[in-house]
């Protein structure tokens, strides 16, 4: 099978991307479009749905009890009175 590519930025980028890895241009190709295609898929993938290991790491944190409130921020930023 053949796939012709008619665009010389095309060609040159695909080129470097094979030099770069030390892969065939085919390679070069395959990994690209494996890339994009599984960017795509986890773009349809919810926030909240990505961000679940996250949520489960932080609910298993013990609560200390304490208040997270206006003076509590204002002492991180250093903007205590």
């Known amino acids: 099978m053949i796939l012709h590519v008619r665009d010389v930025e095309t060609d040159e980028l695909v080129r470097q991307l094979a030099r770069t890895r030390g892969i065939s241009i085919t390679e070069a190709i395959r990994e690209a479009v494996a890339q994009a295609l599984a960017s795509d898929e986890r773009s349809r993938i919810s ?5 679940g290991d996250l949520r ?12 997270a409130d206006k003076d509590f921020y204002d002492g991180l930023s250093g903007r205590e009175d």
């Open 47 to 51: 926030l909240w749905d990505r961000m």
């Open 56 to 67: 489960m790491k932080m609910e298993s944190y013990p609560l200390t009890g304490f208040k």
